[in-house]
């Protein structure tokens, strides 16, 4: 079982529909990371988070440290919002890797 | 100017050769790591450097070498390129360890 445990793993949405992606993770944690894969895939950081919610744009991510489960939510979305998600940790200490997900794909048709 | 850049994106080559992919960041961060993504677009950390000083070896066959020769690049060499090194290589940099990391682009290495 991998630590980091994302669903669903594949989400397909209609323009303007609310999307939430969840990731639960078993190991104790210094953060909690959610990145964008887009289809030609570069990779972008979009928050990195160790407790309550951070907001950018039409982006939400909140974290809840004592069920060790995060959740991004896009409001509004669009077509453009299609790309993998990713959650990650990092688990502090002198050693902060960061252990992934699997990845969320989410469509978004117009 | 790009960030952290990698080349070169794309690497074609044949079993048993050597190869290198160079990463280079341009925003002043102390950390730099390198990342394989599988054909299942799975994630997982190669290497860490923090001041060119080695923090990370994620168990990888010693076949993969990084050098750091500052703290504003980290290359990898591999020797001995296998089919099973096919992959996406992306090198990261942050500010500090286990602050937002910043991906280069990838390079999609293909062993034939």
């Known amino acids: 079982k991998n630590e980091v445990e994302q669903s669903p793993q594949n989400l397909t949405a209609q323009e303007g529909e609310f999307i939430t992606i969840n990731c639960s993770y078993s190991?104790?944690?210094?953060?909690l990371h959610w990145l964008q894969q887009h289809p030609g895939g570069g990779i972008v950081s979009l928050f990195m988070?160790?407790?309550g919610k951070k907001k950018h744009g039409r982006l939400i991510a909140t974290i809840n440290i004592q069920e060790k489960h995060s959740s991004l939510h896009i409001t509004a979305s669009h077509p453009r919002d299609s790309a993998v998600y990713i959650c990650a940790v990092s688990s502090g200490g002198s050693n902060y890797k960061l252990t992934f997900g699997k990845g969320t794909l989410l469509t978004v048709n117009p | 100017d790009t960030a952290v850049s990698q080349t070169p994106k794309y690497l074609v080559t044949q079993m048993g050769n050597d190869k290198s992919i160079k990463c280079e960041q341009n925003l002043g961060h102390d950390t730099m790591y390198w990342y394989k993504q599988d054909s299942k677009k799975f994630l997982k950390i190669m290497f860490s450097?923090?001041?060119?000083?080695?923090?990370i070896n994620e168990t990888v066959p010693n076949r993969f070498s990084p050098k750091s020769p500052d703290k504003a690049h980290l290359n990898l060499h591999i020797n001995s390129l296998e089919l099973g090194d096919s992959a996406v290589y992306f090198c990261?940099?942050?500010?500090?360890?286990?602050?937002?990391?910043?991906f280069g682009a990838g390079t999609r290495l293909s062993v034939l």
């Open positions: 990261a940099s942050s500010s500090l360890t286990g602050n937002i990391q910043y």
């Open positions: 988070l160790s407790s």
């Open positions: 450097y923090n001041n060119k000083e080695l923090i």
């Open positions: 190991v104790g944690i210094s953060a």
